[in-house]
């Protein structure tokens, strides 16, 4: 992968994590929507972004929706890597939010803590990526393709 199709990788996971995340905020207090889907949509949310840091790093990682799994792939010197949030409880959406099981089902106070933890290490990855000279004003773009074809 050349440097130009991997940064555009990365601005497509910070897109697809901000695109999560604003979905989910737009969900809270809506009667129709059950919370489960606001505390999955932010568990992606935080999920691409941690995985966006990896790409720009050129780390390989698994496939896995634990999130403290992946910030340990992050080295010393990101912000995200040395953050105490506690990522257990949000990776927990990851498939209570999607399967029935023996868990609670999610209430509005579990949507609510769920979108304020992806915000959080959402602003966080952004940081980070402006700290080590990464332009995420450029994350916003859509519509963008990296083989040069017209969509549609």
Same mark, same amino acid.
């Given at each position: 992968?050349?440097?130009? =199709?991997?940064? !555009? *990788? /990365?601005?497509?996971?910070?897109?697809? @994590?901000?695109?999560?995340?604003?979905?989910? /905020?737009?969900? +809270?207090?809506?009667?129709?929507?059950?919370?489960?889907? +606001?505390?999955?949509?932010?568990?992606?949310? @935080? *999920?691409?972004? $941690?995985?966006? /840091?990896?790409?720009f790093l050129q780390i390989d990682f698994p496939r896995t929706h634990? $999130?403290?799994?992946?910030?340990? !792939?992050?080295? +010393?010197?990101?912000?995200?890597?040395?953050?105490? $949030?506690?990522?257990?409880?949000?990776? =927990?959406?990851?498939?209570? @939010?999607?399967?029935?099981?023996?868990?609670? *089902?999610a209430i509005e106070a579990d949507a609510r803590f769920a979108v304020?933890?992806?915000? @959080? +290490?959402?602003?966080? /990855?952004?940081?980070? !990526?402006?700290?080590?000279?990464?332009?995420? *004003?450029?994350?916003?773009?859509?519509?963008?393709?990296?083989?040069?074809?017209?969509?549609?």
């Open positions: 992968m050349s440097e130009d =199709e991997r940064l !555009f *990788e /990365v601005r497509r996971w910070l897109r697809y @994590a901000q695109e999560d995340l604003t979905a989910a /905020v737009a969900m +809270i207090g809506r009667r129709e929507i059950a919370p489960r889907h +606001i505390c999955w949509l932010a568990q992606q949310s @935080a *999920e691409k972004a $941690l995985k966006a /840091v990896l790409v634990d $999130l403290d799994a992946l910030r340990n !792939f992050v080295p +010393i010197g990101w912000t995200i890597q040395a953050d105490l $949030l506690d990522l257990a409880s949000l990776t =927990e959406w990851a498939v209570e @939010a999607r399967y029935p099981g023996d868990w609670p *089902e304020k933890q992806a915000q @959080a +290490i959402l602003a966080t /990855v952004m940081a980070d !990526f402006a700290q080590h000279g990464f332009d995420v *004003e450029k994350t916003g773009e859509g519509g963008e393709r990296s083989d040069g074809k017209e969509p549609g």
